[in-house]
């Protein structure tokens, strides 16, 4: 139903910037909401960023709150990360993820989203 590719990921000094994209096929305008999650080196996969679809409404996890910016281009499916004031701890694998049912854009949670790009390394040096 939904199929999403990353990219734009890279390797970055602290400080820097970088702009991931994510391109969506299928039913993407039918998605309640998209997000993007990250998963550092031994650790678990957590949420970064939402948008709503049809509003374009967003939320932010604290930790990128003010750095991050998630945005869309619908008549491009695309989903946009810009990623500002980039430290060492944002180092990670970034994923795009979507959302049919509506349960992912209240929870924010991986296991409530169920359809997921295969992610794009972003590593901070500092």
């Known amino acids: 139903q939904l199929q999403l590719v990353e990219s734009g990921g890279g390797s970055v000094q602290a400080g820097g910037s970088l702009r991931l994209s994510c391109a969506a096929s299928?039913?993407?305008?039918?998605?309640?909401?998209m997000a993007w999650f990250r998963q550092a080196p031994g650790k678990e996969r957590e949420w970064v960023a939402g948008i709503y679809t049809e509003d374009g409404r967003t939320h932010y996890a604290d930790s990128v709150k003010g750095r991050f910016t998630i945005s869309q281009h619908l008549a491009q499916n695309q989903v946009y990360l810009q990623m500002d004031s980039l430290e060492s701890e944002d180092t990670g694998v970034y994923y795009c993820a979507g959302d049919f049912s509506g349960m992912g854009c209240r929870t924010w949670t991986t296991e409530t989203f169920g359809y997921w790009g295969q992610g794009t390394q972003v590593t901070v040096s500092s």
């Open positions: 299928g039913y993407y305008w039918s998605t309640i909401c």
